[in-house]
């Protein structure tokens, strides 16, 4: 899966768990303030990222960071990568 | 949604939910404010609407007409936290928290940097009374943050201390705090046996969250079995002073995606050191996926980098408000994020 894939797939479940309902995730939305979720969705969003990528573990630490869709994606890119 | 729920037995699941609630302390009348609806309530215990119904008519304490149920939101997080059914939030939030738990003990002490901002407002419905020519200019006060106490370092702070006790703002706006801190950790164990055996006592407990207030009265809750960190941490400190130890609680924060508040013992052993002895971090551990098996051991004696001190002894809350003639737990906005080391 290339680098878009990833960005693309990503938009898509973040829009899908949007606790603020379903819709369209842009690249530079922030995943808190712009679209609702709260740590507890971000948990369950790095939770299910770990079982859709077959990703190791998220740190915690590095869920803290992510701020934008396009945050999520390079993490998930970052550890697709370091798989391969 | 859950990744975790799928292919659990639903038989043994309702079995484990009942267990949980058999063994569940209810907040007692008095500190119990049943506000979380039957919706909240499902947010919370991710049981389904069915069990939830058998709950309730196993004994759920709860208020309202069936159907359309008020709970409280600490018997929720308490029932679903021991449930064992996996997928519940507290349950998914702790164990994602506490994923650091299973690390090598080296990433407990070694130095960490953080931003940690937390903004308070006003908890009434309208917000603070809107100003009058008498009326009262509603205040602020929070915690110093203080690393240094476990050997970390204040990088930045807003406001300013201005050499006072407290963080302190006024008007109706509502307050901000934020902070860089460089936290640091040590592996420190306790020395005394005499120490050892107190701390001990609560290896059997079953660690709970409950409303602050209730805490602060150790006596009505450490002999049920649970044990919240304020009660245990007071208690802890009366029994350590009266074997003749000198100690001090602490109020404090770990550092992370959940917004938890946390309360721990400070004591000088009988080498001159001060321990930091956290019995509830060492509970806190049975809800992690898998733990280091050094983990609990760590708790009696050592400083985590994950932990940020405050000023405050244990029964002193981190954030206060004043407005309206009266005093008010401020609504909190805590975030934490890792912050760039100096010169990197």
């Not at chain 2, 609630?21 to 500190?31: A, N, Q």
């Not at chain 2, 080498?271 to 930091?276: F, H, I, L, P, S």
């Amino acid at each position: 899966m290339n680098n878009e894939e990833i960005l693309t797939n990503v938009r898509r479940i973040i829009g899908e768990m949007c606790p603020l309902g379903a819709r369209e995730a842009g690249p530079d939305e922030r995943i808190m303030e712009d679209l609702g979720y709260d740590s507890m969705a971000v948990v369950e969003l790095a939770l299910v990222l770990e079982a859709e990528f077959e990703l190791e573990p998220i740190e915690e630490e590095q869920a803290i960071d992510l701020v934008t869709v396009r945050d999520v994606a390079e993490l998930v890119e970052h550890m697709v990568s370091a798989r391969a | 949604m859950s990744v975790l729920s799928a292919g659990t037995d639903p038989a043994l699941l309702r079995e484990r939910w009942l267990a949980a609630l058999e063994e569940l302390f209810p907040v007692p009348e008095g500190y119990r404010e049943e506000v979380v609806d039957r919706r909240g309530a499902l947010d919370i215990l991710r049981c389904g609407d069915g069990l939830l119904e058998e709950l309730v008519a196993a004994g759920l304490p709860c208020s309202g007409p069936s159907g359309a149920e008020w709970f409280d939101r600490y018997d929720l997080f308490n029932l679903a936290l021991h449930s064992g059914s996996g997928a519940s939030a507290p349950e998914t939030g702790i164990r994602f928290a506490l994923r650091w738990m299973g690390r090598d003990p080296s990433t407990w002490f070694d130095e960490r940097h953080w931003d940690l901002s937390v903004a308070l407002s006003c908890p009434l419905p309208d917000g603070c009374p809107a100003g009058k020519g008498d009326a009262e200019e509603p205040s602020w006060r929070a915690a110093l943050p203080l690393p240094e106490a476990f050997g970390g370092r204040l990088l930045e702070l807003e406001p300013p201390q201005d050499g006072q006790d407290a963080l302190r703002g006024s008007g109706p706006d509502g307050f901000t705090m934020t902070a860089r801190v460089a936290t640091r950790g040590e592996r420190r164990e306790l020395r005394s046996p005499v120490l050892r055996d107190i701390v001990g006592e609560y290896d059997r407990s079953r660690w709970v969250k409950l409303p602050v207030e209730l805490q602060a009265r150790p006596e009505l809750v450490l002999p049920h079995g649970v044990a919240p960190c304020i009660s245990v941490s007071l208690d802890l400190a009366a029994r350590c002073r009266d074997a003749g130890f000198e100690a001090r609680t602490r109020r404090g924060w770990i550092l992370g995606m959940l917004d938890l508040a946390h309360s721990w013992l400070e004591v000088v052993d009988s080498d001159g050191r001060v321990k930091a002895v956290d019995p509830v971090f060492g509970l806190l551990s049975g809800h992690a996926d898998a733990p280091h098996p050094d983990f609990r051991r760590a708790c009696s004696g050592s400083f985590f980098n994950r932990l940020l001190p405050s000023s405050h002894e244990a029964d002193q809350p981190l954030f206060r408000h004043r407005c309206g003639g009266a005093e008010h737990a401020p609504a909190t906005r805590t975030t934490v994020r890792t912050a760039p080391r100096e010169g990197a």
